[in-house]
Antibody, heavy 122, light 107 residues
Framework: EVQLLESGGDLVQPGGSLRLSCAAF????????MNWVRQAPGKGLEWVSG????????YYADSVKGRFTISRDNSKNTLYLQMKSLRAEDTAVYYC???????????????WGQGTLVTVSS | EIVLTQSPATLSLSPGERATLSCRAS???????LAWYQQKPGQAPRLLIY???GRATGIPDRFSGSGSGTDFTLTISRLEPEDSAVYYC????????FGQGTRLEIK
């Protein structure tokens, strides 16, 4: 059974940094592209970033490019999102998601974690 | 960036009825790379449909998707009370983007 467990969400001041983690279980992690998708309180879904199974190729939404860095440690079956220069508009639940099998670019989000809340406020 | 517009914003129907949800793209979606998700309050989204008409694992055949180019539809036949949720479309023909959602209420 596929399981994705996010952690690291917290209250952080504007301009601050935070690193999110996502532990993956139940599938061959290194063979699957992964993504982060976020949802601001009471709002819709926004794709944030994606990474290929090898970790060599990464993708970002324009809204986070240059501030967020996605990475993965395939030896630990863990996905990361390093967030810097955080803004109030980054406040959201951040979901880790597994992409469709066999792709390296972001496609659809077949499995989701339960999400971790990031609040950016002074 | 492809902008997805969903309609209607809210839909209120009775059990047993059919729901038709629309998703219109600002540009043609490559290879019909369009997905649909269901999200209930306090839960993560769940994948329903991929590649415009492929049903995800474990999704009942009451859910079906259709369309190509810029116009896509999610149809839910024989509505059940547990279908009450927000439904999102998402394209992945280019940098992924979501529609704003349709709220489906079951009376």
């Amino acid at each position: 059974e596929v399981q994705l467990l996010e952690s690291g969400g917290d209250l952080v001041q504007p301009g601050g940094s935070l690193r999110l983690s996502c532990a993956a279980f139940g599938f061959t992690f290194s063979s699957n592209a992964m993504n982060w998708v976020r949802q601001a309180p009471g709002k819709g879904l926004e794709w944030v970033s994606g990474i290929s199974g090898s970790g060599y190729t990464t993708y970002y939404a324009d809204s986070v490019k240059g501030r967020f860095t996605i990475s993965r440690d395939n030896s630990k079956n863990t996905l990361y999102l390093q967030m810097k220069s955080l803004r109030a508009e980054d406040t959201a639940v951040y979901y880790c998601s597994k992409d469709r099998p066999g792709v390296t670019t972001p496609h659809y989000f077949a499995y989701w974690g339960q999400g971790t809340l990031v609040t950016v406020s002074s | 960036e492809i902008v997805l517009t969903q309609s209607p914003a809210t839909l209120s129907l009775s059990p047993g009825e059919r729901a038709t949800l629309s998703c219109r793209a600002s540009l043609s979606v490559t290879s019909s790379y369009l997905a649909w998700y269901q999200q209930k309050p306090g839960q993560a989204p769940r994948l329903l449909i991929y590649d415009a008409s492929g049903r995800a694992t474990g999704i009942p055949d009451r859910f079906s998707g259709s369309g190509s180019g810029t116009d896509f539809t999610l149809t839910i036949s024989r509505l059940e009370p547990e279908d009450s949720a927000v439904y999102y479309c998402q394209q992945y023909g280019s940098s992924p983007s979501f529609g704003q959602g349709t709220r489906l209420e079951i009376k």
